[in-house]
T-cell receptor
Framework: DSGVTQTPKHLITATGQRVTLRCSPRSGDLSVYWYQQSLDQGLQFLIQYYNGEERAKGNILERFSAQQFPDLHSELNLSSLELGDSALYFC??????????????FGEGSWLTVV | LAKTTQPISMDSYEGQEVNITCSHNNIATNDYITWYQQFPSQGPRFIIQGYKTKVTNEVASLFIPADRKSSTLSLPRVSLSDTAVYYCLVESDRDDKIIFGKGTRLHILP
């Protein structure tokens, strides 16, 4: 158990809909990262927050948005869903903002299936 | 970001030592090298991290030559349960992003 909690574990929704994925970081961690992993694909970095502020952005679509709340939990909002958005979405957390010497801990992921 | 290159896949047998080498030619002075392991449908798990020479923990060893342009993850006496994807990352204090490459698919055979 990494200490990173993601909900829901599984989600099936229709095209055009909107979903919210939730992540609670490890106790004391200030950074939250979101990754997308499609079937047999690598981990695509989406976005990082540190203590409530956006720190880095990857290949995140405009239809996707995220935020980190004062209690440090984070939400990833996916809207106007398309079939290609079906993937495993991981949240990770770390204590620091900079990556060097840092260790990040991943949650078990949220499986999103768009039908 | 320092680009990393590692083999796409490797096969080995139970009980063998497995070495996976990663190239990172443009690693910078303050960059760290970190390896993660990922099983299917699970989040990556930290294995080991190092800056130079050799680091060993209960799971693996990490060998880093003096020029730091490559690193080798060594898994002693692998078992079937070590079948996974192994990612080599170079983490920089100049960049907040933690980018994963395609990793090495390690398949352990009985």
């Amino acid at each position: 158990d990494s200490g990173v909690t993601q909900t829901p574990k599984h989600l099936i929704t229709a095209t055009g809909q909107r979903v919210t994925l939730r992540c609670s970081p490890r106790s004391g961690d200030l950074s939250v990262y979101w990754y997308q992993q499609s079937l047999d694909q690598g981990l695509q970095f989406l976005i990082q927050y540190y203590n409530g502020e956006e720190r880095a952005k990857g290949n995140i679509l405009e239809r996707f948005s995220a935020q980190q709340f004062p209690d440090l939990h984070s939400e990833l909002n996916l809207s106007s869903l398309e079939l290609g958005d079906s993937a495993l979405y991981f949240c990770a957390s770390s204590a620091q903002d900079r990556s060097s010497g840092n260790t990040i801990y991943f949650g078990e992921g949220s499986w999103l299936t768009v039908v | 970001l320092a680009k990393t290159t590692q083999p796409i896949s490797m096969d080995s047998y139970e009980g063998q030592e497995v070495n996976i080498t990663c190239s990172h030619n443009n690693i910078a002075t303050n960059d760290y090298i970190t390896w993660y392991q990922q099983f299917p449908s699970q989040g990556p798990r930290f294995i080991i991290q190092g800056y130079k020479t050799k680091v060993t923990n209960e799971v693996a060893s990490l060998f880093i030559p003096a020029d730091r342009k490559s690193s080798t993850l060594s898994l002693p006496r692998v078992s079937l349960s070590d079948t996974a994807v192994y990612y080599c990352l170079v983490e920089s204090d100049r960049d907040d992003k933690i980018i994963f490459g395609k990793g090495t698919r390690l398949h352990i055979l009985p």
